[in-house]
């Protein structure tokens, strides 16, 4: 019987899991209660997966992200304050602290208010640089809803992004169009490896100031300049992304009905799936690598199946110590978690996962290939020769991508010089054997001589006559 209730208890336990590989409790800050009826739809499909959401409003005093120096919840949505900012319990600082704890955030703008400036200065912190002016939202007078903004053209219609970039997989692309209402656009760095943007606006899209007559004269980006919707993952893996629209989230725009100008009929917008897999990235569903087995060995030539190793094959896998000009066998197992499962790695076509061997800098740099694969992963090896260098040396896999967990492995192994035993004998090199040569006949010559010198006998006449 007690048995059967731990099962019982373990199932209901994994029925409630949310899909996260970090966790499962959420907060959600939103200053109007009232305002919670508007993402009913958003929250729902969250609940639904597994999150444990907790509301609350950034004037609360029990509110707080850390609890006992630890993270009280892992993953974070804020949608726009009414009033100057998150409060303080939410500032810039404390949202840096809590991203640096692996704590995920999905931040949600709108340009039908002002923006605070502790909500500015928090993005500054991630290289994210929004309009001076505090009501500035974008426009496009091509690309936009007839029905909705025929005056305005603040509603813009934009194609779900179907690829992101070169050598980059992308978790976002869905069916559809995006209605994206009254979005505050951001200027992404250069400067940052980290920040990359997942949709950017038209070209013909522009952001400017309503409220300023001659706000059309110095608008503060167009085009591609802009990205209404952006991700930071930081180097701990973290994610922060900055939605330029919170009106994506709300039931109004999920599946809505929107034309465009140059379209002949209405369609149905795909905010719903888009929102989806915005937040199941936010919130480290997918775009998760785990690393498993990490394998080096003297490649010997006796191992049939690398996968299958065991003590038989080779006296010892991932040995301290290695030889010059050694041949050795590496091989590192990479999964993807997608949702609730772990699945085989595989990277874009124009993408490779690469091995170091370095001391101080990389004596060998090469592809590790895709070998064979199990049910959940992907194992990737190479073979390479240790360099005439003895010294530390460090086997380093960094694979850091956009979108992607950060994976970095390091291995430390020595590389020893031959022993005295283990140097080639002198008659096994052909270019020896003219010294050799020359040792037998001084070797012959001397015991020629002494062999002579020994049996000759002196002139005993010649010894008499001195006498």
Do not use: C
């Not at 997966?49 to 974070?76: E, I, Q």
């Not at 009414?82 to 949202?95: A, D, H, M």
């Not at 690829?163 to 692309?173: D, E, I, Q, R, S």
């Not at 919170?246 to 795909?270: C, H, I």
């Amino acid at each position: 019987m007690k048995s059967f209730l731990s099962l019982l208890l373990l199932g209901l336990v994994s029925l409630v899991q949310a899909l996260s590989s970090t966790g499962n409790r959420l907060l959600v800050v939103l200053e109007d209660s009232s305002d919670k009826s508007k993402y009913s739809s958003f929250f729902g499909d969250l609940e639904s997966r597994g999150y444990s959401v907790t509301y609350d409003s950034p004037k609360s005093k029990s509110l707080s992200l850390f609890k006992h120096g630890n993270l009280a919840y892992d993953h974070l949505v804020l949608l726009p304050p009414k009033s100057k900012g998150f409060g303080p319990q939410l500032t810039p600082n404390i949202l840096v602290d809590y991203v640096n704890n692996n704590g995920n955030v999905l931040l949600a703008l709108t340009a039908d208010q002002p923006i605070p400036a502790a909500v500015a200065s928090l993005l500054l912190e991630f290289d994210v640089t929004l309009p001076p002016e505090r009501s500035a939202l974008v426009v496009d007078h091509i690309n936009y809803d007839t029905k909705s903004a025929a005056d305005k053209h603040d509603v813009l219609l934009i194609p779900a992004p179907k690829t992101l970039k070169a050598g980059v997989k992308n978790y976002f692309g869905v069916d559809g169009t995006l209605a994206v209402p009254r979005a505050v656009g951001q200027l992404l760095g250069n400067a940052s490896p980290l920040l990359s943007p997942i949709l950017r606006a038209p070209e013909t899209a522009y952001s400017y100031n309503p409220k300023e007559e001659d706000a059309l004269e110095d608008v503060f980006a167009s085009g591609a300049q802009l990205s209404l919707v952006s991700a930071f993952q930081a180097r701990n893996s973290a994610r922060f992304t900055v939605l330029g629209s919170a009106e994506m989230l709300q039931d109004t725009w999920f599946n809505a009905q929107v034309k465009s100008p140059r379209a002949p009929e209405t369609t149905g917008t795909a905010n719903k799936a888009f929102a989806g897999k915005l937040s199941a990235w936010t919130f480290q569903e997918i775009g998760v690598l785990k690393v498993g087995k990490v394998q080096h060995y003297l490649n010997e030539g006796k191992v049939k199946d690398p996968t299958n190793l065991s003590v038989s094959d080779f006296p010892e896998i991932n040995p301290v110590m290695y030889r010059i000009k050694n041949d050795v066998h590496y091989s590192i197992e990479l999964s993807e978690y997608d949702g609730d499962r772990l699945v085989p790695f595989v990277p874009s076509s124009e993408d490779s996962l690469q091995l170091e061997f370095s001391m101080l800098s990389p004596f060998h740099r090469v592809t590790l290939k895709p070998t064979s694969k199990t049910a959940t992963s992907t194992i990737f090896s190479t073979t390479f020769t240790v360099p005439d260098q003895h010294g530390i040396f460090n086997f380093i896999v960094n694979y850091k991508r956009p979108f992607l967990s950060s994976v970095y492995e390091k291995r430390t192994v020595t590389v020893r010089h031959f022993a005295h035993d283990e140097w080639p004998r002198s008659f096994v090199i052909s270019g020896a054997y003219p010294w050799i040569a020359g040792i037998g006949v001084t070797a012959t010559g001397w015991l020629i001589f002494v062999a002579v010198w020994l049996y000759s006998k002196p002139d005993e006449s010649k010894a008499k006559k001195t006498q």
